[in-house]
């Protein structure tokens, strides 16, 4: 079996910090595309960033050059640093792991983590 562990959410203000993990555990083989998402009250689920296994990463408009996801393969982790945060970057924010188990490839969910930016 797979867990998939997201932490690191929490309130802070505008302007500040956070920095969400999620973390992998059991029978990996490997993971592929690492992502995280996001869902605010009332709206649909958005895709925030992503980083392939080669270390590519893509972003939304919307938190370029605030935002930036990272990986560390050895831990089975990823990361997503978030700085400038804006009240509208407050949501349930959600990580995604292609993760390869024997000849099969998954699609693992973290259990969300809520963030919320103060004005």
């Known amino acids: 079996q797979v867990q998939v562990v997201e932490s690191g959410g929490g309130l802070v203000q505008a302007g500040g910090s956070l920095r969400l993990s999620c973390a992998a555990s059991?029978?990996?083989?490997?993971?592929?595309?690492m992502v995280w998402y996001r869902q605010a009250p009332g709206k649909q689920r958005e895709l925030v960033a992503t980083i392939t296994s080669g270390g590519r990463t893509n972003y939304a408009d919307s938190v370029k050059g605030r935002f930036t996801i990272s990986r560390d393969n050895a831990k089975n982790t990823e990361y997503l640093q978030m700085n400038s945060l804006k009240p509208e970057d407050t949501a349930v924010y959600y990580c995604n792991m292609q993760i390869r188990r024997g000849l099969v490839e998954y699609d693992y969910w973290g259990q969300g983590t809520q963030v919320t930016v103060s004005s």
């Open positions: 059991g029978s990996i083989f490997s993971i592929d595309t």
